[in-house]
């Protein structure tokens, strides 16, 4: 996919994914906008970053049954990878 339909996939998936966010207490820090690889050789086409209170709290709506539809959505849609990281 390319263009407007991965923009569209996009924005249906994030918008499935931010309803399911609060419960975890989790939000967004970054998600889509210009980017830019200053370097070495990964180029993501998108990039989004979500920050929860601990790696548990992650680790729980990653796998909740209220985030399982538009994870289903996103992976059936797109390449990506995920991971979590402990941090300040």
Known sequence: MTGPTVEKVARVTLLACAATLAAYGGNFIVRGGKLETLEG???PERFVII???STDQAKAWWGSMAY???KAL???TSASEM???EGV
């Open 51 to 53: 920050e929860f209170p």
């Open 83 to 85: 991971i979590v990281v």
């Open 68 to 70: 399982a539809e538009a």
């Open 74 to 76: 996103r992976q059936a």
């Open 41 to 43: 050789e990964w180029s």
